[in-house]
């Protein structure tokens, strides 16, 4: 009875001995999972000791099942956590920007054409820059920054440049920022693990520098002494150059120029949102986007067009072997002595590479490219071409060569998607092959909209939770926006667009653009369409990453087995996908900088204060909450779902009474009371701290939170103020009846390679000596 169930357990894995290899990704990835999860940098002593412990293990237990499983495991997930830790700690350290205006020199890596901000506005542009060298008297003989800054171009600038060019700007950068609240999206992360150092905005027009003048003074933009008050000394070329030269990459510089000239031109034939989606699909380019139309994509599910994935390679591959196979075919000599479908298959290959260079080696594009090629190997070689274990090959291949990709939302629906409707497919093949069977052509269409229609279910479904926890809401109407909109695509669009490319040469693309833009257009009707449905987009709170994570294992648990055991994935799945509906979200939070506070009431989201970067802040935390944002009226004005009293100085309240601002005669000043606790809010103060509250209002308080320096203010009482956040990150407050609970963005982060210091600062870019 003791090894019935082993015995049982072991003749399920026998059983399906067949997909056990497809488990050894989901070991690496749980081996990633495990080094990015500690809240301090772990040991890669781990990682050597599991890959040690790992090969007795499968040497002593070669000969049993469960052996050979455990040590199997345990090297995927010391092969993935020391992936992850040599990918952090290969990455350069993040440099210290300058705080004030500084003029900057760089290599022109792409430019990027925003979408404009009014009608007849051209837009502007956004340039990333590589080999930095800031132009002041402190920065003298010091190396480029290792790290790319990404500038946003003034409306009005004209410059005509492109990738390889050396700009000269005077510009206002900053870091990347900190989380808006503990567990949100982490830019600090994606910056270390993208190699950025941060953004900026340029404050005058770009000039073209020399390619010598990397130290050179900034008369060429204002003569005179520089931001310090001190004159810098001229540069004469030495070693730095030669560095300089060698930490820009050049490969990618004609590739670059090609890209943007195809783009140029599909925006002089479609303007406007037609020739900018036009531009996405052909060569990779979404920032001229109009956020509207981007918008209404995301509403109605068909966003996936708009980023570079299987789709858009299968439909190129498809093209290039249809075309390819027809022309040999049709000469009766080729068609009977050469291999013509094997021709064809490696000639969609190629085509393939060359859509997935042209569009920017996007990662979903790249995953598909893998998979295509092993594809075309087993059609070349013979052999059945295996798609699940394609995509285990390309999911191993990524998280060996670039482990963060894992926690990129590219990455998670990409796989999920395709990983759905290969086993969707897998288990309705033939009831799907009965339903075709030898019908009408009518009988035919059926099938074709039903298959789009399963496809549609199948893909969207396995994303949505990803879609929850990344972009924060669900879009119920998907699959009737994707019946019109992939045939559009496929059948029209992406044929007419490449043949477009090929008649660039000759100065002919408006015959075959044109018609694109009118399939674009079509799509882009179907998108605002559906947009505009009630209930088309649907708020879903944040999403824990354990939720996320929990989802993502009970799918792969669903699809890579194929016995009914299969089913038990399920359970996983349903709680990942209501994790966000049930984690309690904070009562208040401190927005990073300290100047932004909001205060959850019901069904809204309250907001008061001022923050510099209050934008991003407002959108992140009503995505976070899922909530509409009001003002806070902290002196008594009248806000949606406050009650006012006659006179103003008498203060306002929440209907339940829990929220009451402006009382006891005190501005700017907030009382919080729930669950039995109090929290005194100081949400506005204009002597910085130096007003002391009176003992009278603090009393009974459990907490004091306040966008200034508390001082003196409500001594004895425990305080959030701005050095607070200064020193921790953001604050998340949660009122409880057991007490109350209060949580930092830096004990939530804790100290990693990409958490950058307080105040945002970074490891200063020191002069190299002479040895190195």
């Not at 359970?571 to 049930?582: C, K, Q, T």
């Amino acid at each position: 009875m003791k090894r019935a169930l082993p015995d049982r357990l072991q003749a399920r894995l026998l059983s399906e001995r067949h997909r056990l290899p497809l488990w050894l990704p989901v070991g690496l990835a749980a081996g990633v999972l495990a080094w990015f999860q500690p809240r301090y940098e772990p040991s890669p002593w781990l990682a050597l000791a599991g890959l040690i412990l790992s090969l007795p293990i499968l040497i002593a237990g070669w000969w049993r099942l469960s052996g050979r499983l455990a040590g199997s495991a345990l090297l995927c997930v010391s092969l993935g956590f020391l992936a992850a830790w040599t990918e952090g700690h290969r990455a350069p350290p993040m440099p210290e920007l300058p705080r004030r205006a500084v003029v900057l020199t760089g290599y022109v890596l792409s430019v990027e054409q925003l979408p404009s901000r009014a009608e007849g506005d051209p837009g502007s542009r956004r340039v990333t820059l590589s080999g930095v060298r800031f132009m002041t008297w402190l920065d003298a003989g010091m190396a480029p920054l290792r790290r790319d800054l990404k500038i946003r171009l003034r409306d009005d600038d004209g410059l005509v440049f492109g990738p390889g060019d050396r700009l000269r700007i005077r510009a206002l950068l900053s870091p990347p920022p900190f989380p808006v609240m503990p567990g949100a999206r982490d830019l600090q992360r994606e910056a270390w693990f993208g190699g950025l150092a941060g953004t900026g905005r340029a404050l005058g027009a770009a000039a073209f520098a020399p390619a010598d003048d990397g130290l050179a003074t900034a008369s060429g933009l204002s003569s005179g002494p520089d931001e310090a008050g001190r004159h810098a000394e001229p540069h004469t070329p030495d070693a730095d150059d030669e560095t300089t030269r060698r930490n820009t990459p050049t490969d990618h510089w004609p590739v670059e120029r090609l890209r943007e000239s195809i783009a140029a031109r599909i925006m002089s034939v479609l303007p406007g949102t037609d020739g900018a989606i036009g531009a996405t699909l052909l060569v990779g380019q979404s920032g001229a986007i109009p956020a509207p139309d981007r918008d209404a994509f995301a509403a109605s599910g068909l966003s996936h067009l708009l980023a570079v994935a299987g789709l858009h390679l299968g439909i190129v591959v498809g093209l290039v072997v249809a075309v390819t196979r027809y022309g040999l075919v049709s000469v009766e000599w080729i068609a009977l002595r050469w291999p013509c479908k094997e021709i064809a298959a490696i000639a969609g290959l190629l085509g393939g590479a060359v859509y997935v260079v042209m569009t920017g080696l996007h990662l979903p594009a790249l995953r598909s490219l893998v998979m295509a090629a092993l594809v075309v190997l087993a059609l070349v070689t013979g052999r059945r071409a295996a798609s699940m274990r394609g995509l285990a090959v390309a999911a191993t291949l990524l998280l060996l060569t670039g482990p963060s990709v894992l926690l990129d939302v590219p990455f998670q629906m990409s796989f999920a998607a395709v990983m759905a409707l290969i086993v969707g497919y897998e288990v309705l093949r033939l009831p799907l092959m009965r339903l075709h069977g030898e019908g009408r052509l009518s009988r035919r269409f059926l099938v074709h909209v039903l298959m789009l229609a399963l496809t549609s279910l199948l893909a969207g479904t396995a994303t949505l939770p990803v879609s929850m926890a990344h972009f924060g809401e669900i879009q119920p109407f998907f699959v009737v926006a994707n019946l019109m909109a992939v045939p559009l695509t496929a059948l029209w669009v992406m044929p007419a667009g490449l043949a477009g490319v090929l008649l660039v040469p000759f100065h002919l693309e408006a015959l075959a653009f044109v018609p694109m833009g009118w399939g674009i257009h079509a799509i882009v009707w179907s998108a605002r369409e559906v947009a505009s449905w009630p209930a088309a987009r649907i708020a879903v709170p944040m999403t824990p990453g354990p939720g996320l994570a929990l989802f993502l294992f009970g799918l792969c648990w669903l699809c890579l087995w194929t016995r009914r055991w299969r089913l038990l994935g399920l359970a996983p799945m349903l709680a990942g996908f209501v994790s966000p509906f049930i984690m309690p979200l904070p009562d208040l939070v401190v927005a990073p900088d300290g100047g932004l506070v909001a205060v959850r009431d019901g069904e809204q989201l309250l907001l008061a204060g001022h923050s510099r970067d209050a934008w991003f802040e407002r959108d992140a935390l009503a995505q976070a909450f899922a909530r509409p944002l009001a003002d806070l009226p902290v002196n008594g004005v009248q806000a949606d779902g406050m009650q006012t009293g006659e006179e103003q100085d008498a203060g306002s309240e929440t209907k339940d009474g829990e929220i009451s601002c402006g009382e006891d005669g005190v501005k700017g000043v907030c009382v919080i009371s729930r669950a039995g606790r109090s929290v005194l809010l100081r949400a506005e103060d204009r002597s910085d701290g130096n007003d002391l509250i009176p003992d009278s209002v603090c009393a009974g308080m459990d907490l004091f939170v306040t966008v200034t320096p508390a001082r003196r203010s409500c001594a004895g009482v425990r305080t959030v103020d701005r050095f607070t956040v200064w020193r921790e990150g953001a604050q998340a407050v949660w009122l409880r009846r057991d007490g109350i609970r209060v949580l930092s963005d830096r004990a939530w982060s804790g100290e990693r390679l990409w958490v950058m210091r307080p105040g945002g600062h970074g490891i200063p870019n020191l002069p190299l000596a002479q040895e190195e």
